[in-house]
């Protein structure tokens, strides 16, 4: 299979062009033949002009690249290397949603051919990709694992908005149904990964392997927002704690915050689910998910007395409604929590995002950003560290806000320096 992708004999498809498949198909282009397939025609139409719909690769990416973006599942039939790069969120109970993984892969199992490999880099508890995908692809494609075609599982690692830890410069974790399988898809991994592949003994432990990595981020949050809750009611600021304990050459500096996004607040929830389908419950990671998740009515609760204390129409302003800083990605934002909390306590609420798409928010959201503050308000809530929020000083928050109101800074980028106004920080 490597070498009949090297000497374009074949094709590479991508399957899923979102935050994970399209910086792949891109990087794969640059050696070998490459089709990028994503079930949303809008987007393939947009990449067709070099413009990434997420917003995370730059134009010059596309470039002299060896790729085709289709939508139309015919083509797919020239390609014998799948790579499946679907979404694999939760539904609003926080069990596993595997409709985009399962619809995936009755599209692959739909062009599979005797001597083609399907790898998948979605998310997903240990056992989904030979207990639940593997029996789609045989039952579409009428072919059997070992006897006609490979399996095999790579976990993604893109971090989007990071432009150091890529794609390229991270090791690979790789996994295959055999040992032909494992060598081969270590190879075709290898020919865009300068940092190398780790070649897993099965491929659940790949599996498990993505898991881990973020349950544990979690745990470590938890731990840093629980600690928020007891220093709060002391009179303490928890970043000034951490700076203090971080001079100690082993202290890890985890931050309290909101916890959302598609893996950190996600994927514990697939581990869990699976772990009570073999008749255990999950205590330490299920009490983690628990204050993660609270945390964001913990804001609100936190604004609420405040803004009801010193206004009887108050009026606040929520700066960065994306997960994270830099990034136009709003998938599980936990401010929207927040927001909504507020809004059912009948308090007026503006929010404004440089980075988020106003579209998308009020698809996901059914919340209006607003191009442009006002000014009055009664409490401030700076969510994410987005550049352009670094820039602010006490002079501009008190510009836009009452005398009495709040500042809320939720990644303390403004500690020591809001003078003029209450501050509060987790």
């Avoid at 070998?32 to 949303?40: L, M, Q, R, T």
């Avoid at 990449?47 to 797919?76: C, G, H, Q, W, Y």
């Avoid at 404004?352 to 950003?369: N, R």
């Amino acid at each position: 299979m490597y070498q009949e992708l090297l000497e374009n004999k074949t094709k590479l498809a991508v399957i899923g062009l979102g935050y994970v498949g399209l910086p792949i198909a891109l990087e794969f282009a640059k050696h070998i033949s490459v089709i990028g397939f994503d079930i949303n025609a809008k987007r393939v139409d947009m990449m067709k002009n070099a413009i990434d719909p997420s917003k995370e690769v730059d134009a010059s990416e596309f470039k002299n690249r060896n790729i085709i973006f289709t939508s139309d599942l015919t083509e797919l039939k020239e390609a014998a290397f799948f790579i499946v790069a679907v979404p694999t969120p939760v539904d609003k109970y926080n069990v596993p949603d595997l409709k985009p993984l399962i619809s995936a892969s009755e599209t692959v199992g739909k062009v599979l051919k005797k001597g083609d490999y399907v790898v998948y880099e979605s998310t997903t508890y240990p056992g989904c990709t030979e207990e639940d995908c593997l029996p789609v692809l045989e039952r579409i494609s009428s072919l059997k694992l070992g006897i006609d075609f490979k399996l095999g599982y790579s976990p993604e690692r893109i971090n989007p908005g990071d432009k150091v830890h890529t794609l390229k410069t991270v090791v690979k974790v790789v996994s295959g149904s055999d040992e032909e399988s494992l060598d081969q898809i270590a190879k075709v991994y290898e020919l865009v990964v300068d940092a190398g592949v780790h070649r897993a003994p099965t491929i659940k432990v790949a599996e498990a392997s993505k898991i881990v990595e973020n349950t544990q981020r979690d745990l470590n949050i938890s731990l840093m927002n629980e600690l928020s809750l007891i220093f709060d009611r002391m009179g303490v600021n928890t970043f000034d704690v951490i700076e203090a304990a971080g001079t100690k050459w082993n202290f890890l500096k985890f931050q309290p915050g909101l916890v959302g996004g598609h893996c950190i607040g996600v994927d514990p929830y697939y581990l869990t689910y699976k772990a009570a389908s073999l008749g255990y419950e999950s205590k330490v990671i299920a009490a983690s998910r628990y204050i993660n998740d609270d945390m964001a009515k913990y804001v609100a609760r936190a604004i609420i007395t405040h803004v009801l204390k010193n206004s009887n129409e108050p009026r606040v302003l929520v700066k960065g409604v994306t997960f994270k800083e830099n990034v136009s990605d709003i998938r599980n934002s936990k401010i929207v929590d927040t927001v909504k909390e507020l809004l059912a306590f009948n308090i007026s609420v503006d929010i404004e995002d440089p980075y988020a798409q106003a579209e998308e928010v009020f698809e996901e959201y059914g919340l209006h950003l607003t191009k442009t503050p006002g000014n009055n308000y009664d409490a401030v809530v700076v969510t994410v560290p987005h550049e352009l929020y670094t820039r602010h000083n006490n002079e501009y928050f008190e510009s836009i806000t009452t005398q009495k109101a709040l500042v809320v800074d939720l990644k303390g980028i403004y500690k020591g320096k809001i003078t003029g106004r209450k501050y509060w920080s987790l």
